[in-house]
């Protein structure tokens, strides 16, 4: 399966801002991008120009995307089913991804990041209705219910995570017991569940051209 493999740190000095890729560790001062705020690249440093129109849509579409971890022909997809829904397209869009599998997970708790959830999604560890699935775009709905692997090395980690993850508050569609490590979808995700700052109608009309 296709996904990104370089220096992950790139993506938010590119984007202008912290997408909390590495999890907590955004949040120390260990983050590159406090001493590095400026682009990568020779020409980093050189002040940046005011931005187009069709600029800020493109950074826009790259910044949902280098968030929730998927690449372009993926993304398009996920627009595509968007449109084809009832509803404003982009709250559908982002409704769409915050119900992959390894969304779902981050934001339960037992990941600190995204890309940390994916793994434990790829390496079989998540089970949906007590069933292992290894897929992370996969789409789950209401009345799921998501459990973490029975190994106790897994378990330890994964409670390790969720005191991280504590003061992290919860999104409304899910539901999660601490205790047995399991969480439930009890609706679908709406616009004010995206805690990130996302324009998404800037996505809606760099698509629509």
Not at 87 to 107: C, M, S, Y
Request: proline share 3%.
């Amino acid at each position: 399966m296709a996904r990104y493999k370089a220096a992950s740190c790139r993506l938010c000095r590119r984007q202008g801002t912290k997408l909390f890729l590495k999890g907590t560790r955004c949040a120390t001062e260990k983050c590159s991008f406090i001493d590095r705020e400026h682009a990568p690249g020779q020409h980093g440093h050189v002040r940046a120009k005011k931005l187009s129109n069709y600029a800020l849509q493109l950074r826009e579409k790259q910044k949902v995307k280098r968030m929730y971890g998927v690449l372009e022909k993926q993304f398009l997809l996920y627009f595509k089913r968007a449109e084809r829904s009832r509803g404003v397209t982009g709250e559908k869009l982002l409704e769409l991804l915050e119900r992959r599998l390894d969304n779902a997970v981050f934001r339960m708790g037992l990941a600190t990041s995204r890309p940390q959830a994916r793994q434990l999604v790829r390496h079989r560890h998540v089970m949906v209705n007590g069933k292992k699935i290894d897929i992370p775009s996969y789409t789950v709905k209401q009345g799921d219910v998501i459990t973490v692997s029975a190994k106790d090395k897994i378990k330890k980690i994964s409670k390790e995570r969720l005191e991280e993850m504590k003061d992290v508050p919860l999104p409304s569609w899910l539901t999660v017991d601490r205790e047995a490590q399991t969480g439930t979808v009890t609706g679908n995700p709406s616009r004010d569940d995206v805690q990130f700052p996302i324009q998404e109608q800037l996505i809606v009309e760099l698509y629509s051209k």
